[in-house]
């Protein structure tokens, strides 16, 4: 049964730094495309970052480009997200999702398992 649980989030001021931890069970995190995305209140759910499994290519959502650092531990099987320099606008349920396919195609409708969620509030 593939599962993915994240970790990691919380309440941190502006400018401050959180690393979210999604650990994968039921298959290997470097045989898919690995997502994390996010929907804060009242808006639709936003990719932000994307790691590829069949070339390790990454990419980010502009938006966070410069401070957030997607990254994956394959003897853990975890996918992890380094959040620097966080601003109020990062306010929202961060998720690990699990692609259909080897590499990221930009679209929410090819990842077909999803985490629960995990809660980051920026906030003085």
């Known amino acids: 049964e593939v599962q993915l649980v994240e970790s990691g989030g919380g309440l941190v001021p502006p400018g401050g730094s959180l690393t979210l931890s999604c650990a994968a069970s039921?298959?290997?995190?470097?045989?898919?495309?690995m997502t994390w995305v996010r929907q804060a209140p009242g808006k639709e759910s936003e990719w932000i970052a994307a790691?590829?499994?069949?070339?390790?290519?990454?990419t980010y959502l502009d938006s966070v480009k410069g401070r957030f650092t997607i990254s994956r531990d394959n003897t853990k099987n975890t996918l992890d997200l380094q959040m620097n320099s966080l601003k109020p606008g990062d306010t929202a349920v961060y998720y690990c999702?699990?692609?259909?396919?080897?590499?990221?195609?930009?679209?929410?409708?090819?990842?077909?398992?999803w985490g629960r969620g995990t809660q980051v509030t920026v906030s003085s």
């Open positions: 999702a699990k692609d259909v396919e080897e590499y990221f195609s930009g679209r929410l409708t090819t990842l077909d398992y």
């Open positions: 039921g298959f290997t995190v470097n045989s898919y495309a």
């Open positions: 790691i590829n499994s069949i070339d390790d290519k990454i």
